[in-house]
């Protein structure tokens, strides 16, 4: 499974009466698309979007725990000293997904309400774990698609790049519960470009290292 990364900047900012005066700060929008070849090149059928949509619903925004970052970390896991805001609602609109965020006061969402005080454009971002097939000149999303948290992003002058080179170099693994990143690719090279007589002897030290890391 490759780690997956989605920017959308068609949103808009919110801000509301907090009780007991001040504002909270909303970002609503499409957060997620389906049937539709993004900038990265990648399309994701409607029936895969909306059943991974409503697990995500049923686990975390309906149980308060849809938590997401300002800019994407280097994993699929949220991590809370980061976190920025939290995704109050998921709806489906045709092909689409519609999204309400309620801004944090943590630090990461105080950033992002300065950044909305200043007249900052962002945008959100998918994070999340699946398999891609390539067909027709694209790459489809396949079945085994999660979603692991929608972020806050900046809105790059070079999206394709920014998006492209975050994360999306290793493969990932479910190892009893746990995401983690899949090392014996790290030794793939070292493996292919041994001699015959040193092969059982590198195979050995790769599986030695795979160990460690686990």
């Not at 938590?67 to 980061?82: A, F, K, S």
């Not at 489906?92 to 200043?118: C, H, W």
């Not at 698609?145 to 070079?158: E, G, K, T």
């Not at 995401?179 to 070292?190: F, G, I, K, M």
Request: glycine content about 10%; charged content about 25%.
């Amino acid at each position: 499974m490759k780690l997956i990364t989605e920017l959308v900047e068609d949103v808009k900012y919110i801000q509301e009466d907090a009780a007991g005066g001040g504002k909270d700060y909303y970002i609503e929008g499409v957060f997620l698309q389906s049937e539709v070849r993004n900038r990265n090149g990648r399309v994701y059928p409607t029936p895969t979007m909306i059943k991974e949509c409503r697990r995500y619903i049923k686990e975390y925004v309906d149980k308060g725990r849809a938590l997401g970052e300002l800019n994407h970390p280097t994993g699929p896991t949220v991590n809370l000293d980061r976190v920025s805001h939290m995704v109050k609602s998921l709806n489906e609109s045709g092909r689409d997904i519609v999204g309400r965020a309620k801004v944090l006061n943590t630090p990461m969402g105080n950033i992002v309400k300065n950044l909305i005080n200043e007249g900052a454009k962002l945008g959100v971002s998918s994070r999340g774990m699946g398999s891609l097939k390539s067909k027709n000149g694209y790459q489809e999303v396949q079945e085994d698609f999660m979603l692991a948290a929608i972020d806050i992003v900046a809105d790059p002058s070079a999206p394709n790049a920014f998006v492209n080179g975050i994360m999306e170099g290793r493969e990932w693994v479910w190892d009893n519960g746990v995401l983690r990143a899949q090392v014996v690719e790290d030794y793939h090279n070292t493996i292919k470009k041994s001699s015959s007589r040193n092969l059982e002897k590198n195979m050995l030290k790769v599986f030695g290292h795979f160990l460690r890391s686990i």
